[in-house]
């Protein structure tokens, strides 16, 4: 299990870097044919074809709220490097970052990272949007 979270997140990474269509609508459009090439891998497709097709057809009455979850999941990402809690995380890494013990350096960096993740999984958020709302202040730092 281990192995297929690995290689989805480097598919989902490789694509979002030479697509450059947004790590959330990568994840949402890669999802569906890693799952299925995963099911051929574990030699198990017909069963992932059934259970796809029970799942779509007793689920999708119950959908119509997730349109509205990730509309505003949308906008939230969208709009939080407009704001001012963005620039206080944002001097906060920078100066983690730009201090010159490299090790505690990346520890710290690492550690403020996760404690995000933590923290507003928490607060309700999916973790996808929190390394969603991550991107932007990670971003700085790979130039």
């Known amino acids: 299990m281990g192995l297929a979270v690995l290689m989805f997140i480097m598919i989902v990474l490789t694509i979002n870097h030479w697509g450059g269509l947004g790590f959330l609508f990568t994840v949402t459009v890669t999802i569906i044919p890693f799952s299925f090439a ?3 891998a574990i030699k198990k497709p017909k069963m992932y ?10 689920n999708t009455d119950k959908l119509h709220g997730l349109f509205f979850l990730f509309l505003f999941a ?8 407009y704001t001012s809690p ?3 995380i944002n ?3 920078q100066y983690v970052y730009e201090t010159n013990m490299y090790f505690l ?4 960096l690492f550690f403020l990272i996760g404690m995000f993740i933590f923290g507003l999984a928490f607060a309700g958020f999916h973790p996808l949007v929190t390394v969603a ?3 932007p202040f990670i971003q700085s730092f790979c130039r």
């Open 38 to 40: 995963w099911s051929i």
């Open 49 to 58: 074809r059934r259970l796809g097709y029970l799942m779509a057809k007793n």
């Open 74 to 81: 949308g906008f939230f990402v969208e709009f939080m490097p």
């Open 86 to 88: 963005f620039a206080y």
């Open 91 to 93: 001097n906060v890494i």
């Open 105 to 108: 350096v990346y520890f710290l």
């Open 133 to 135: 709302l991550l991107v």
